[in-house]
């Protein structure tokens, strides 16, 4: 069990350009998550798949966020037309319901800064 | 509707001393109330959580929380406070309703144990 992992650690990019993060689940967990967090919050939920199925959207997620996970196991979020309020640490994780509900593992997190 | 208050900011406790997180809640239905702590760069790893049963948790770490559905508390508690337990801790809540999967986290309690 090797846990989540992200892809890239950080990304610096320029006002205007789309950034793409990637996530790999542990392996077998259906269950995928998108949160943000900014400085000094806790993390915020954006997005949730179950296998590939994308089954709930916050409203966090503007139409220049979309988040795919094509065959079930890892994810990519996309952020198009990058704005300084961007900027945060993108949480990814992953679970597998037992008994009555699941525990989320995290991975590190890809931190973006927007210049 | 889910939230979480975690009223406390800061929290300073001398080594070997005991400590206590403290954390409220809001739910429509039943909680599940789960801790996670976060460390400097990295992302949120899992403490412990509380799904139904006995009212009193332990998880990693030799922490411990106390279920108080009358005060809606959820308070996170060790007998003897370590330095390496300073960290970030976040509390988080879900609703027990199916079909809501995203968790709802605090602000945070930063904790630093003075030695």
């Known amino acids: 069990d090797t846990g989540v992992s992200q892809d890239p650690r950080h990304k610096i990019t320029k006002r205007g350009q789309n950034v793409t993060f990637r996530c790999d689940p542990i392996?077998?967990?259906?269950?995928l998550y998108w949160y943000r967090q900014t400085l000094g919050q806790g993390p915020e939920f954006l997005t949730y798949?179950?296998?590939?199925?994308?089954?709930?959207k916050s409203r966090l997620l503007s139409d220049r966020f979309s988040a795919e996970r094509p065959k079930g196991s890892f994810s990519t979020l996309e952020i198009q037309r990058t704005e300084q309020g961007d900027s945060a640490m993108y949480l990814c994780a992953s679970s597998a319901v037992v008994g009555r509900t699941d525990t989320q593992y995290f991975g590190p997190g890809t931190r973006l800064t927007v210049l | 509707a889910q939230s979480v208050a975690q009223p406390e900011d800061q929290v300073n406790v001398a080594e070997g001393n005991p400590l206590t997180v403290k954390c409220t809640y809001s739910v429509s239905g039943n909680p599940y109330l789960f801790w996670y702590v976060q460390y400097p760069n990295r992302g949120l790893q899992f403490l412990l959580k509380y799904i139904t049963g006995d009212n009193l948790v332990k998880g990693s770490y030799g922490f411990e929380a106390e279920f108080n559905k009358s005060q809606t508390s959820f308070h996170l508690k060790k007998p003897s406070a370590l330095v390496s337990d300073s960290a970030l801790y976040f509390c988080?809540?879900?609703?027990?309703?199916?079909?809501?999967?995203?968790?709802?986290f605090g602000t945070g309690t930063r904790l630093t144990i003075i030695p």
């Open positions: 988080a809540v879900r609703d027990e309703f199916f079909g809501n999967e995203k968790l709802t």
């Open positions: 798949f179950q296998n590939e199925a994308q089954l709930e």
């Open positions: 392996s077998e967990h259906n269950r």
